[in-house]
């Protein structure tokens, strides 16, 4: 039986380092693209040369030609700007869009039936552009953000009580940014709610310093975002998929009345297996948790707005 195959486009410091993690693991092949002609070559025939010391035997395309991406499982979007400075969000957004409709639909053409796992931000807004630029069903179109959000979570409920991140469980909703809804009364510790581990004050900060902990990075590095985590998030969700596992794990999807929204891309938790999203693992909120839930929600409704003028 074949290997699967997996492209990664955009050949920067996400995709290369989730290109890296997959064909390191030996999951699948990897087809890296990127515009910038000889950047996914290079990268690509780097870690090809690390196949005989780490011990794989995944293949490593490089390629700016869509062609040579034809019959992939798994598309990986993380094509992108950053913010320069001067750019504003609404400019940033655009010129995304752009990109991420581009690459979309050539990736689309040579893989009809792969599934797409968007990672540029604005991420919500990014997901919209993709649906409709594959054309695929909702299904088959997922947004990486919420597995990352939950990763930081649980790195500092590790931190703060001592204990290994093995044993926590963290629960994070809502669109990929300052408005994400981290549900502590999901968030666990072998099971045990941090509500009842932790005074409120602190249950508070980490909640904040997760929402922020995109921000922290970027503080600390200067120039450019975090790497490590969010290629790690993709992953979880390569892994889960091709691998049928049924993983539940909060994805940006496109929601049909669940959680109470429509027609819009926010993170849920949802069964991810080789059907992509299999159901969304709807579950009862508070009203606080509804309104702040709605909020975020609505964040994303802006973006989109902003994107069909
Ligand atoms: N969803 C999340 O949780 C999350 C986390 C981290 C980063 N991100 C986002 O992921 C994106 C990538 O981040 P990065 O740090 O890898 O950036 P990066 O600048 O290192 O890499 C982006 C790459 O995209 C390439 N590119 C630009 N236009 C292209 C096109 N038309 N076709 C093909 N390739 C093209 C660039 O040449 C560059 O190599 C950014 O939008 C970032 O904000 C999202």
């Known amino acids: 039986m074949p290997r699967s195959r997996v492209t990664v486009i955009g050949a920067g410091n996400v995709g290369a380092t989730t290109a ?66 001067g750019m504003s969000r609404d400019d940033l957004l655009t010129k995304n869009a752009g990109i991420v409709r581009s690459v979309v639909e050539q990736a689309a053409k040579h893989s009809p039936d792969a599934i797409l796992i968007v990672v540029t931000n604005p991420l919500d807004a990014m997901c919209h552009v993709a649906l409709e630029a594959s054309g695929f069903p909702r299904e088959r179109v997922l947004g990486m953000a919420g597995v990352l959000d939950s990763a930081r979570f649980r790195t500092f409920i590790a931190e703060e009580l001592g204990v290994s991140v093995a044993d926590t469980h963290a629960f994070v909703l809502g669109g990929h940014g300052d408005t994400m809804v981290p549900l502590s009364r999901y968030s666990t510790v072998a099971g045990v709610p941090i509500t009842e581990l932790l005074p409120a004050d602190r249950v508070r900060a980490l909640e904040e310093r997760t929402a922020n902990g995109g921000a922290e990075v970027v503080a600390l590095l200067k120039t450019g975002s975090a790497f490590y985590a969010p290629s790690a998030g993709v992953f979880e969700m390569v892994e889960a998929i091709l691998l049928d596992r049924k993983r539940v794990l909060p994805c940006a999807v496109l929601l049909k009345g669940e959680f109470g929204t429509s027609d819009l891309f926010v993170g849920v938790p949802v069964v991810l297996g080789a059907g992509g999203m299999e159901r969304v693992f709807e579950i009862e909120l508070t009203s606080d948790e509804q309104a702040a839930f709605d909020r975020s929600a609505g964040v994303v409704k802006d973006l989109v707005e902003v994107l069909g003028r």
């Open 20 to 85: 890296q993690r997959i064909a390191e693991a030996g999951l699948a092949d990897v087809i890296l693209v990127d515009i910038v002609e000889g950047l996914p070559q290079g990268k690509g025939l780097d870690l090809a040369e690390a196949a005989p010391v780490v011990d794989h035997d995944a293949r490593i395309t490089g390629t700016n030609d869509y062609a040579d991406t034809a019959g992939s499982d798994i598309i990986v979007v993380t094509s992108g700007l950053a913010r320069q400075p």
